[in-house]
C-alpha cells in the first residue's frame, strides 16, 4: 500500500507538472470538485482488482489440486 501512495503521488507531481507546461485547456481548473471521487476510484479498484486475482488464484490452485487428486483416486 506505501508503493502505492508514493507511486500515485511521483505520478500526480509529473502530470502536474505536464498540465503547468502544456495544459490542454488552458481555462480549466487545476483540481476540481471530482478529485476526491477520482482518487477513491483509484485505490478501491486497485484493492478490489488484488482481492479479486489472489481469490482467483486460490480457487485455480484448488481446483488443480482437487483434479490431480481426483485423478490420483481412479
Known sequence: ??????????LALLFRIFESVWPEDARQKRTRRETGIDLFYWFFDTLVAR?????????????ICGWSALLATR
Request: glycine share 14%; charged share 5%; aromatic share 0%.
Open 51 to 63: 482481492i479479486a486475482v489472489g481469490g482467483a488464484a486460490l480457487v485455480a490452485i484448488a481446483l
Open 1 to 10: 500500500m506505501v508503493r502505492l501512495l508514493i507511486g500515485t503521488a511521483a
